[in-house]
Nanobody, 121 residues
């Protein structure tokens, strides 16, 4: 079994910062990409940022220049540093990982339980 455990959400004023963490544990052979998605009430889940095992990153246009994704491969952990937060960043943030559970090169997708981020104006 594989688990993704998120932490770091909360309530912050506009302009503030938060740092999300997501640790993957369990029967993991290797992790390909990890990322963060978010879902606001009444909206579809959207990609916020992603990072490959080699460190290549991808960001949603709405967060470029404000959010930074990073990962610690030794700890199977991904981070999302969120600065200059805006009320429109309010959402449940979900960790996502594409990983292998055996030496067979087949990827499986896993999700965390989600952590609430609320930005007040």
């Amino acid at each position: 079994q594989v688990q993704l455990v998120e932490s770091g959400g909360g309530l912050v004023q506009a302009g503030g910062s938060l740092r999300l963490s997501c640790a993957a544990s369990g029967n993991i052979f290797s992790i390909n990409a990890m990322g963060w998605y978010r879902q606001a009430p009444g909206k579809q889940r959207e990609l916020v940022a992603a990072i490959t095992s080699g460190g290549r990153t991808n960001y949603a246009d709405s967060v470029k220049g404000r959010f930074t994704i990073s990962r610690d491969n030794a700890k199977n952990t991904v981070y999302l540093q969120m600065n200059s937060l805006k009320p429109e960043d309010t959402a449940v943030y979900y960790c996502n990982a594409d990983l292998q559970i055996t030496a067979i090169p087949r990827g499986y997708e896993y999700w965390g339980q989600g952590t609430q981020v609320t930005v007040s104006s």
